[in-house]
C-alpha cells in the first residue's frame, strides 16, 4: 500500500485526484503502478487501477492477471471493479472506501457478484485512513479555493 500510496501523491501534479495504485505478481514482485491520469491524457478511463492493469498486461504479455493482486489506495468504481474481475485478477487490496463510488462495497459489490465467472478475494480498509488523507487534502484545497480548476 505504501507504492500505490507514492503513485497516488504524483496524481495531484498534473490535476488528478490522488489515488495509486499496484499490481504484484503471483511472487508478490510489483509488475506496475498507476495513478490517475484523467486529467493529463483527457481520456475518462484513466484511473489508477486501468492504467495499472494496462501496464500489468504489457508487462506479462498477457490479459489475464491470474495470481496477482491490485492494490489500490481508493474502493475501485464500477469501471475498475469490472476490469478487476476481467483481467482475473485474484486478490484486491484498496484502503479508503469510497462512499459515493464505490463498487466494492459501500454501493456495489460487483467483484464478488457470484454471477460472474470471477470472483477475486478482498480486502478493504487497509491503511484507510493514510489512503484517505491525500484525498482530504485534494479536495480540502479545491473547496477553499487553492485547487487550478
Do not use: Q
Not at 4 to 25: K, Q, S, T, Y
Not at 36 to 41: I, K, S, T
Not at 64 to 93: D, W
Not at 122 to 133: D, I, L, N, Q, Y
Amino acid at each position: 500500500m505504501l507504492r500505490a500510496l507514492e503513485e497516488a501523491r504524483l496524481a495531484p501534479a498534473h490535476g488528478d485526484v490522488p489515488i495509486g495504485a499496484v499490481v504484484l505478481g503471483p511472487d508478490g514482485s510489483v509488475l506496475a503502478v498507476g495513478h490517475n491520469e484523467r486529467e493529463l491524457h483527457a481520456d475518462p478511463t484513466a484511473h489508477a487501477e486501468i492504467v495499472a492493469l494496462r501496464r500489468a498486461a504489457r508487462a506479462l504479455g498477457e490479459w489475464r492477471l491470474e495470481g496477482c493482486t491490485m492494490v489500490v489506495t481508493l474502493e475501485p468504481c464500477t469501471m475498475c471493479a469490472g476490469a478487476i474481475v476481467g483481467a482475473r485478477v485474484a486478490r484486491l487490496v484498496f484502503g479508503a472506501y469510497d462512499e459515493k463510488a464505490g463498487a466494492v462495497a459501500s454501493l456495489w459489490d460487483v467483484v464478488r457478484d457470484p454471477r460472474l465467472n470471477h470472483r477475486p478475494e478482498v480486502t478493504g480498509g487497509f491503511m484507510a485512513a493514510e489512503c484517505a488523507a491525500p484525498l482530504l487534502e485534494f479536495f480540502g484545497e479545491r473547496r477553499s479555493g487553492g485547487g487550478d480548476h
